[in-house]
């Protein structure tokens, strides 16, 4: 029976049921934002929105059946089982904000397709060297902030009056966000302050921004080159096992011949003949 349920939540027909169910729900979940959607159709969407729900939990019942103390050693399942039961719980009184949250369901589409979880897993890996740019990153904020405000806190308090308000000013003329407007206000008073800013967009969206980009790549080659590592063990160990299931049969054969005197003599012909 087990292996029956395990042959059916792994077949690919299955998985290509959820990945449906999750973007149906995706949808219904979206076409409840629209009033007059809703008040036409409301008893249809809340239907389909309990009838996907009940499907999680199914496939998550039959995942716990098949996989008992293993289904809690993988973050993917773990992951799935926190969304839905945000799904399960009560959204009425205080928790009524939990509603919202049922949105998440969507998030299930990332653990139901391999490519990306594969993108999913290649961020994750890349954490570790994200956080050493991360703190290079606010250096740079820092010295780039506290320059500012000393230099053009006068001139431009609304953009550089103090340290928390420089900081927010830089952050967003990193990510290109009007910063000429500021940049004009400024030069207007100190010509030479494009210097400043030229410097400040080229550290940090040319050169820390890409730091970003050439981690998060690296991570995905090493989980692609890990996966395809994995494939070719798994590819040979089945041939190994074919190899040995064929070398014990030809075993087997021999035997069976020799006990009933059927092996060929020099000439050819069988000895029993």
């Not at 653990?111 to 594969?118: G, I, K, T």
């Not at 050169?207 to 798994?234: P, T």
Request: with cysteine; proline share 4%.
């Amino acid at each position: 029976m087990r292996d029956r349920i395990r042959a059916c939540i792994e077949h690919q027909r299955f998985q290509r049921i959820i990945i449906a169910v999750i973007l149906v729900n995706a949808a219904t979940l979206g076409l409840e934002t629209f009033p007059s959607v809703v008040a036409a159709y409301g008893t249809a969407l809340r239907l389909i929105d309990h009838a996907a729900l009940y499907v999680f939990v199914a496939e998550l019942l039959a995942k716990l059946y098949v996989e008992r103390s293993r289904f809690f050693r993988d973050p993917w399942n773990l992951f799935d089982a926190l969304i839905v039961g945000v799904a399960l719980a009560p959204a009425s009184g205080n928790l009524s904000v939990l509603r919202a949250l049922r949105v998440l369901r969507a998030l299930r589409l990332i653990s139901a397709v391999p490519s990306l979880r594969r993108v999913v897993s290649a961020l994750l890996r890349a954490m570790p060297g994200m956080s050493s740019i991360v703190v290079l990153l606010a250096l740079v904020l820092y010295v780039a902030a506290v320059m500012s405000t000393k230099l053009y806190g006068a001139t431009a308090p609304g953009y550089f009056g103090d340290l928390q308000t420089s900081l927010f000013t830089l952050f967003q003329t990193m990510t290109g966000e009007a910063w000429p407007d500021i940049a004009r206000e400024v030069m207007a008073v100190h010509p030479g302050a494009w210097v400043f800013f030229v410097v400040f967009i080229l550290l940090c969206s040319f050169v820390v921004l890409n730091l970003f980009m050439a981690v998060v790549v690296s991570a995905m080659e090493e989980e692609s080159a890990e996966e395809r590592a994995e494939l070719e063990s798994h590819a040979e160990m089945s041939a190994r096992l074919i190899l040995d299931e064929l070398a014990a049969l030809r075993r087997e054969v021999a035997e069976l011949r020799d006990s009933n005197g059927l092996w060929p003599d020099e000439a050819g012909s069988p000895a029993g003949r």
